[in-house]
């Protein structure tokens, strides 16, 4: 679930329900809408359930643990809620399932080109869980005008070896304030550094 404080801690309610693991959290600099990145559950095989990156609306379920994506019942859940499968929200940007989605920022620096202001940047720490590896890589999520498009393209890769080894695995976001984007990477206890310096 999402939580909502005051800024000195007190009035502590509940923003959102049924999100697993809102591992990163960020506010649209232009929208003030809330995004989460979701690492999502397992044991549903190669390519179940998908990892999500979504805006988060105020009074909003989400589906965890009895349902995913929309009507689609946890099968180790089965019959449990019947009343919540037409409550369920359906994220809105999918990522291969196993991903292992963590930290997420949305971009509001000035160093990159103007087509990526705005748009999401996401961490996939990748699999443990899954026959071919996935994720080991940063995601960008694009945007229209703070509205997702529902689609993400690979922004940093090159991080796995072969199919038993990986050399680094990306966990937080951040802007620097001279726009640079960071990435910590907890394989190697590195932080990277990504800055624009034209074509």
Known sequence: MVLVFDPDGRN???????IRNCVGLDVHQATGDVWCSTNERDELGDDLVPDFITRVREGAFYGWPWYYLGSNE???HRGERPHLKSKVTVPDVLIQA??????????????????YRGDAFAAQHGSWNRSRRTGYKVIRV???????????????????????????????????????????DDA???IWRVSYVGR
């Open 12 to 18: 502590r309610r509940v923003f959102a329900t049924g």
């Open 142 to 184: 694009l945007l229209e005008n703070g509205v997702p498009t529902g689609t993400y393209e690979d922004f940093m890769t090159g991080f796995v070896v072969n199919s038993t080894s990986v050399w680094a695995r990306p966990v937080g976001m951040a802007v620097a304030h001279d726009g640079a984007l960071l990435v910590s």
């Open 98 to 115: 196993h991903s292992a989605s963590m930290g997420m920022v949305l971009y509001n620096g000035e160093q990159f080109p103007p087509e």
């Open 188 to 190: 190697n206890g590195a």
């Open 74 to 76: 946890d099968p180790l």
